[in-house]
């Protein structure tokens, strides 16, 4: 059974910290480009950042440039997902995401393959 397992989300003020991991099970990590998308309230769900089967090519999109940084572990099964310098703006679910095996990342959440159940994060003012 493949599954996509997000942890590490909550509530915390503006300007602060969270890191968010999603492990993966079922699947041949190492063949998924994996990453974070979001989706706030009443918004589309929107790409957030994307990292390359051997994670030597990361994608961001350009609101969280310079303040969040995805990684991975292909030894644990492991995709993260550092968010620094948080903004308001920043609420919403956080889904985690597989692509593949074998294909390029993409920015469109049509064409993810695996879903996880996502996890929510609050920052507040």
């Known amino acids: 059974q493949v599954q996509l397992v997000e942890s590490g989300g909550g509530l915390v003020q503006a300007g602060g910290s969270l890191s968010l991991s999603c492990a993966a099970s079922?699947?041949?990590?190492?063949?998924?480009?994996m990453g974070w998308f979001r989706q706030a309230p009443g918004k589309e769900r929107e790409f957030v950042a994307q990292i390359t089967w051997g994670g030597g090519s990361l994608f961001y999109e350009d609101s969280v440039k310079g303040r969040f940084t995805i990684s991975r572990d292909n030894a644990k099964n492991t995709v993260y997902l550092q968010m620094n310098s948080l903004k308001p703006e920043d609420t919403a679910v956080y889904y985690c995401?597989?692509?593949?095996?074998?294909?390029?990342?993409?920015?469109?959440?049509?064409?993810?393959?695996?879903w996880g159940q996502g996890t929510q994060v609050t920052v507040s003012s």
């Open positions: 995401a597989a692509r593949g095996p074998w294909l390029p990342v993409s920015r469109n959440s049509h064409e993810i393959n695996i």
């Open positions: 079922g699947l041949t990590f190492s063949s998924y480009s």
